[in-house]
């Protein structure tokens, strides 16, 4: 009988809840010789700005790829109140292969599903009665979230059974991830300096350890002045030097338990609609149970012990990471690459890997249509270190995901990701992920991506120079398309500073000749080096992306926008007057205001601005510039000015 394939629909690869969930599927597959492709959609409001690509794999799931289907659909649909309706909605345009639902009821598709109430009224009760909590945070993932919206209305239940009623605005939004948690907390801190709480209920892992790392900064004790919970049992729950009271759903049983469904029914058997198990309360350091004194010998010894493993494990992972780094610093066309790959991926422990090619890149926006290629190539494939193949076999990927020579030496579980670079797709790849972190692995995707897209794009120019010089195009029609090219950011797709210089220069010289005038304004990002020091590098050229963003909606298409470099911005803008600026000022803080309300990035954005009037009397760039950044430092220093007149909080008096 032919091996299995299931598809496992899933968010990401890397969150706490995601591990668990892949070790229960991983565990089926290897005990029931069944193969397994992961689909990681990077669905939320976390993902990043191009990460819709990842949804396009959708269209690969037909009875030609895959012989059933498991749907993670409570992380699926954590997003809004729509998200739930729209995967319902996609499902059912799906082909009629057999289906499981981990997480959330969708009619007419058996369900797996955890019942936590009784678990989550244990908890409630434990912080009530045993340790006397009357003033409750709430941590929750956001209003339109259902797993956590049950897991909210079960705390409050419970609450006023006690006749404990909590403020609605002490219900807060961290997005089931550390740092949301993190951001959301320190907020409410600041709006609430006078008010104290004993207890955040903290509606799962993640959100705990980020509400426990933000109390811990604010020098508020853990548990002696606040109480801290959290759901779902990650391993790091019970690893700290303070671990965490929480809710043990047994996440990856019940992905055992979803692939043993999908497969009796691929197999003609029935199942039953609804499969429920029972979570439990599990008690902890951090609600102030369990917790005998430490000694500081054990807290050093602690220390000692977490700083050996961020060396041993996390430093060999920089160190391959630093060592890719190096070996890719110059660019190869595709034909040189290939070994480049395979040796990176062993060094990686990656244990298999297949990548296609379309024939051609795709232009894809997010909401609108996707269009795959009907001609895509197999372009290299490897299933052990010893070598690698160039097939160099096409297909119709619209037909079949991979020929069949190929799946046949396919087993375990492979995961499936686009190659993508802003609005461009290029193709697809699936790699067999070894013993490291989900993490690493999410950043060595993203650099192997990056990789191949500028390959491809090398190769590419080479081909379009020899067709160039094929055609007899002329030297000056070459010069002028590479002059054009040297003005443009390639970040952000506005003119870089050599660009500005040369078009405002002339714009300035063309307005004062007709009696007109303008202001040349200058705009710094907040605190970037934080956002890079905290969250990272990529983060930080999200940050720079947004920053752009504001200025495309702020300013008039006939306006000189330009990056000038790093966080620095500028923007020549004509028959503009000093007394338009608090506007621009206003109109930039509201595009921010809408950014940080929208996207729930870890980081805050913020961008400082300051002008100056150009004249016939003030016309040289350089100086209208540094009279720009001047003022725009002022701005920046009255933001830092009023941050220090805050109040101290309850909790350092």
Known sequence: MARKRVGVLINTIYSEYAVSFMKGIDRYSQENDCSYYLFPLERGKNSGIYDYHCETLMSFINKNNLDGIVFASATLSNNSKTDLPRLVETIKMLPPIPKVSVGLEIEGIPTVKIDSNAAMKELVSHLVEKHNCKNFVIMRCDSGNFESLERENCVLETLNGYGITVNPKWILSGNFSFDNAYASMKNFLRSNPDIPFDAVICLNDSMAMGVMNCLEDHNIKIPNQVKITGFDNVFETSTGELNITTIDQRIDGFAYASMKAVSAIIDGERVDSLQLTDASFVVRHSCGCNSE???????????????????????????????????????????????????????????????????????????????????????????????????????????????????????????????????????????????????????????????????????????????????????????????????????????????????????????????????????????????NDTYGHDFGDRAIKYEAQILKSVFRSTDISARLGGDEFAVLACDMKIKDFPRIKRAMAQECEKINAGSLEPFTLSVSVGCSEFSAAKKDIDELLNNADSSQYEDKRAKKEAEKKKKKPWWQR
């Open 293 to 531: 004194p430490i000694s500081q010998e054990c807290v050093y010894d602690l220390a000692v012990k977490r700083r050996y493993d961020i060396f041993r494990l996390g430093g060999n992972q920089l160190y391959m990471l630093h060592y890719f780094l190096m070996e890719t610093q110059t660019p190869v066309p595709l034909e040189n690459l290939y070994s480049r790959l395979h040796y990176s991926l062993c060094l990686f422990d990656v244990q298999g890997m297949v990548l296609v090619l379309y024939n051609h890149s795709v232009y894809y926006e997010k909401g609108t249509e996707f269009k795959r290629p009907d001609v895509a190539k197999v372009a290299m494939s490897f299933f052990n270190e010893k070598s690698f193949e160039r097939p160099d076999i096409t297909i119709n990927p619209n037909a079949r995901i991979l020929p069949p020579e190929i799946t046949e030496k396919m087993d375990g579980g492979y995961t499936l990701f686009p190659i993508y670079a802003e609005c461009f797709q290029y193709g697809y790849m699936f790699l067999r992920l070894g013993r490291y972190e989900r993490i690493f692995y999410q950043t060595v995707i993203e650099l192997i991506s990056k990789e191949i897209v500028t390959s491809i794009k090398i190769t590419g120019e080479q081909t379009e120079k020899n067709s160039l010089k094929n055609q007899n195009v002329t030297l000056e029609q070459y010069s002028e398309k590479m002059h054009r090219l040297s003005f443009t950011d390639e970040m952000t797709g506005l003119l870089n500073r050599r660009g500005f210089y040369e078009y405002a220069r002339r714009q300035i010289a063309a307005s004062l000749e007709a009696g007109r005038t303008g202001l040349v304004i200058y705009c710094d990002m907040d605190g970037l080096k934080k956002i």
